[in-house]
């Protein structure tokens, strides 16, 4: 009997001593794994680490205390936002792993407070505008040089006379229904204090004669955060153009126009290709506003990147019919949809999800046709549209003679104007620039809309001179454009440098670098072809340089001539 119960106590003993063991097996499992998976997790870059656009930082230093506030209240927006699943896009059943790791990276992107410039080095962009050549003196705007204004009080209180009354004559039972209640949208309750206007609408009542936007404005970070993160009410193709765009809808009565993702960022154009047969690329239109802004332009209006969720945010939502009836399920399990437009708008090219994640380019709109209306103009140096056809320009090398004496190039600083744009075509490699528009309310005396640069960075290979024939052929710029082109020429301020750091400030940098390294390098390249046509044209001709700054020496504005 003592010899039984021995057994049964040494295999009592046996039992627990294996238990313990194989605890401490399973805790050393796991403490193996976790450390494993932290030295394989690779570190992120600190491109894909600098958040959304942010012209508060390219300020004085001494706006810093309100930009660190901002960002602070971006963060508590974004934390919410997370709650709300319709917000940057739901992607219940992904498919795609990665792909959702890239959404989460992203949706951290938005709104979070930038990576100090003593954490990741020297900020070419933040010296670059700093500088002298980006902080010129502007002429005091007068009541005529803004393009909308609020009302005074006078005339607000008989607009709200005539609506009044307009009340009182409707029926009980009239369909008539305030704007502000209108499923899904915010009340409406803005004011003419400037703090109560979404985004959108402060960017509408800062449009002056000179230019777009003032790149110090603070509501430019609020805007493209709002355009990044608002939820989507309604989705609607756009008419006109060639390709497929749809014009979304925001709660607080905002739209914005979205082209999406149709090729990789590594994929050239077909050589084969006509330059109006090319695919529009939704990376091309972020690129295209981020360039004009570091060539101090400002006359694009602003872009931002965005992952949204198809299904939820386009088809479920969308009231046009000839859009929903395109959308379909690929063989692959991807949500795709093709809308109508004229190229390649079929089920051979369809836009499609992964499987319901789609990257696209959110274009801020400008101000309806009926309160702002726009002039477009034909441009002098348009191309045929033919496959067999030369335009004027390209046969006539004196061309630009004729063009000067035709208003409203004979004046003024229309031409400068317009070559400002085809510099700007250029070294983006846009060749579909076949017209350009003006507000009306300005006349001939303001700046030039560039607008549309889906077809822009395809082909980072080759060059097109052609483009620059503006240029070439009149051998005339203005001056502020040529010093700052010599100033990104510079390796301190190189061009290439300056984009890489502002792209990375848009969201979908998360996702892959909006312009790949040999898009960036053809900056440079093309820059370089841009200053030894000016020198060409100074070392043939006089009068070259369109003055238009009050600085008579270069080297007060921190530039040698």
Not at 57 to 70: G, Y
Not at 122 to 139: A, T, W
């Amino acid at each position: 009997m003592v010899r039984v119960n021995l057994r049964q106590s040494t295999r009592s003993i046996y039992l627990g001593l294996a238990c313990v063991s194989l605890t401490l097996h399973l805790l050393l499992a796991l403490f193996c794994l976790s450390v494993l998976q932290s030295a394989c997790v690779l570190p992120t870059s600190s491109s894909s680490s600098v958040p959304r656009i942010d012209p508060v930082s390219h300020a004085a230093s001494s706006s810093s205390s309100s930009s660190a506030a901002s960002n602070k209240q971006a963060n508590s927006r974004q934390h919410s936002d997370r709650h709300k699943p319709s917000v940057g896009g739901t992607f219940e059943n992904e498919g795609n792993d990665s792909f959702s790791e890239d959404l989460e990276r992203a949706r951290k992107l938005i709104g979070v407070g930038k990576v100090s410039p003593a954490e990741r080095g020297r900020s070419k962009l933040q010296e670059l505008f700093k500088h002298p050549l980006y902080n010129l003196p502007r002429p005091k705007l007068q009541e005529d040089d803004w393009l909308l204004r609020l009302k005074t009080d006078a005339e607000a209180e008989d607009i709200e006379k005539e609506e009044k009354a307009n009340r009182d004559s409707a029926t009980s039972d009239s369909d008539w229904q305030s704007a502000s209640e209108e499923e899904g949208y915010d009340k409406v309750t803005w004011t003419r204090d400037e703090e109560t206007h979404p985004p959108w609408l402060r960017f509408h009542l800062g449009i002056s004669r000179w230019e777009l936007y003032d790149r110090k404005d603070l509501n430019l970070a609020q805007l493209t955060h709002y355009l990044a993160t608002q939820r989507i009410l309604g989705a609607v193709q756009k008419k006109g153009g060639t390709q497929l765009k749809l014009l979304v809808s925001f709660p607080n009565y905002g739209q914005a126009l979205l082209k999406p993702m149709r090729q990789s960022r590594d994929a050239e154009t077909d050589v084969n290709l006509f330059y109006f047969s090319d695919f529009e690329r939704h990376n091309a239109e972020i690129a295209a506003f981020h360039l004009d802004r570091v060539l101090g332009f400002n006359r694009i209006p602003p872009v931002v990147g965005r992952l949204i969720n198809v299904t939820t945010e386009i088809r479920d939502v969308t009231t046009d019919e000839r859009l929903s009836r395109t959308f379909f399920t690929s063989p692959a399990g991807n949500v795709c949809f093709y809308g109508q437009c004229e190229y390649y708008c079929s089920a051979e090219h369809p836009v499609c999800g992964r499987p319901h994640a789609l990257e696209v380019s959110l274009a801020t709109m400008l101000p309806d046709l009926s309160l702002a209306p726009r002039r477009s103009w034909r441009s002098p140096w348009r191309r045929s549209y033919s496959r067999t056809k030369l335009a004027q320009w390209e046969k006539d090398a004196a061309y630009c003679d004729t063009v000067k004496k035709t208003p409203p190039y004979n004046r003024g600083s229309r031409l400068v104007d317009l070559i400002d744009m085809a510099v700007l075509d250029f070294l983006m490699s846009n060749m579909d620039r076949h017209h350009y528009e003006t507000f009306e309310e300005f006349g001939n005396e303001t700046f030039l809309l560039h607008l549309d640069h889906g077809r822009a960075f395809g082909r980072h290979s080759q060059d097109e001179p052609s483009v620059l024939a503006p240029l070439v052929q009149c051998c005339r710029i203005r001056r502020s454009t040529l010093l700052r082109l010599r100033l990104l020429s510079r390796p301190d301020f190189r061009l290439s440098d300056v984009m890489r750091e502002s792209l990375a400030q848009d969201p979908l940098t998360a996702v892959a670098p909006l312009l790949a390294e040999p898009h960036l390098s053809a900056l440079d390249r093309r820059l370089a072809t841009v200053l030894a046509a000016v020198q060409t044209c100074q070392d043939g001709n006089e009068d070259v340089v369109y003055n238009d700054l009050d600085e008579p020496d270069d080297q007060q504005l921190g530039e040698n001539p």
